[in-house]
């Protein structure tokens, strides 16, 4: 554990010497590159560290349904944000201190160049290599969440074992599936460059049903957005965490009205009813949540507030 600590100081000084020079290199640039975007913190027995893979611009107005141009401006201007706006992809790496268990892959390179694909880069920065990855949770197969499989046909976690709830696998890597159901066909595509060469290697395992994955990890089942949608639970130590994936996406938007829905949405009036269940139950069990698309870290917990709900960002720890 020291080395690989001291192995992520001098990672993120060498990334952040980098960024310094080559910003600073072009006449009149006064806006510097990011540092990757790593936060850890203790869970009992366990280290959880968020993973940013980058963030994307998200026009509200072409993405959200059931809702109208003048309440998504209306919530938005109550957040002090402006459409479009800038989204969070979010992954997050649980250090059980035998297992290193990775909760999705971003985006990898199916957003172009500029917008994701960072986990790699977080990765190496919070002190750890992809090889060292054993076991990758998927909430659910979508670009921006299995899209970090694979990079330039080769599989970027090559000893790690990918787990997906079982109607995803189902749908997703049934091509016949788009025009049956009428969905984007550019997702199927995805599945089958990303995740198939899991399951062509004889690497991924697919579930129904809620399931213990290691011990203090556990797959729950959560349909709605993708059929085959799950988050995950850990405890430790008499501590728990939550790991929702898309339960949902724009908090200045959903956290009040939980009934708005996006266009990502498999089944959106499953997917807004789901969350509403997560909603209360979380705001009750005063759990840990880990959102996927919420500003990085995307950590906090749920509070009822008014008719819906508001986010409590967890504390900021960096200390001795």
């Known amino acids: ?66 809702t109208n141009s003048a309440e998504i401006e209306r919530l938005l201007h109550r957040d002090f944000r402006t459409n479009p706006v800038e989204t969070s992809i979010n992954a997050f790496l649980i250090d059980t201190g035998d297992k290193q268990v990775l909760v999705d892959t971003g985006a990898g390179q199916l957003f172009g160049p500029k917008l994701g694909g960072k986990l790699q880069v977080s990765l190496t920065a919070a002190g750890y290599a992809p090889e060292e990855i054993d076991i990758i949770l998927l909430t659910h197969i979508h670009s921006d969440h299995s899209g970090g499989l694979v990079e330039n046909e080769r599989l970027m976690f090559p000893t790690a074992t990918v787990y997906a709830g079982k109607p995803d696998v189902d749908l997703w890597l049934e091509p016949a599936n788009a025009e049956r159901l009428h969905l984007d066909r550019r997702y199927f595509d995805e599945a089958t460059k990303t995740v198939k060469p899991y399951l062509d290697a ?74 509403a269940k997560q909603f209360t139950r979380a705001e009750k069990s005063r759990r840990l949540v880990a959102a996927a698309h919420l500003s990085f870290p995307g950590v906090g917990h749920i509070r009822a507030e008014n008719k819906g709900y508001t986010w409590i960002p967890m504390d900021y720890h960096w200390r001795d």
Request: hydrophobic letters at 40%; glycine letters at 10%; aromatic letters at 10%.
């Open 202 to 275: 004889g690497k991924l395992k697919s579930f129904s049903g809620e399931i213990a994955i290691l011990p203090g990890i556990t797959a729950r089942p959560t349909p709605g957005h993708t059929p085959g949608h799950s988050f995950y639970v850990v405890e430790s130590g008499g501590e728990s965490i939550e790991f929702w994936g898309d339960i949902l996406h724009f908090g200045s938007i959903q956290f009040p009205n939980p009934k708005i829905t996006v266009a990502y949405d498999v089944n959106s009036n499953a997917a807004a009813k789901q969350r």
């Open 1 to 66: 554990m020291f080395f690989r600590a001291i192995l992520a100081v001098i990672t993120t000084v060498l990334i952040i010497i980098i960024s310094y020079i080559s910003s600073g290199m072009a006449t009149g640039q006064t806006l510097k590159a990011q540092v990757p975007g790593v936060y850890s913190f203790r869970l009992g027995e366990f280290t959880i560290t968020a993973l940013s893979d980058g963030t994307v611009p998200q026009d509200l107005n072409q993405v959200l349904t059931n």
